[in-house]
């Protein structure tokens, strides 16, 4: 018995399909009174139709936790390289589009 191995400690095995990931800059979270359900999206400018790239469904508890986990990291992370600023036309009306018409890259 290997007693320097943390009990915790859990293996995590990714396939190579899974591995690539899918790009994604919208998503859409709903809910219901047992789970909640986020579509990852990928969304182009002129794009008619967006495909939903995945779906992940997780308990409440579970993405309460996800929530305080992504607050952390997102922490850290503006401590190493600065504080992330959301991006907004300079020019909204440029387009044909006001910053109303612009979609909020993580939907409820």
Known sequence: ??????KNEIKIDISPEIAGG???N???I??????????FIAMAPNMGQARVQSRVIMSPENMKTL???LRDNIAKYEKTFGEIKQKRPINP???GNGPDDLPHPFMA
Do not use: I, Q, R, W
């Open 30 to 39: 709903s809910h219901s009174p047992n789970e909640f359900f986020v579509d």
């Open 22 to 24: 899918v790009y994604s």
């Open 1 to 6: 018995m290997d007693n320097n191995k943390p």
């Open 67 to 69: 929530m305080f986990t």
């Open 26 to 28: 919208l998503a859409v």
């Open 93 to 95: 009306g440029s387009n």
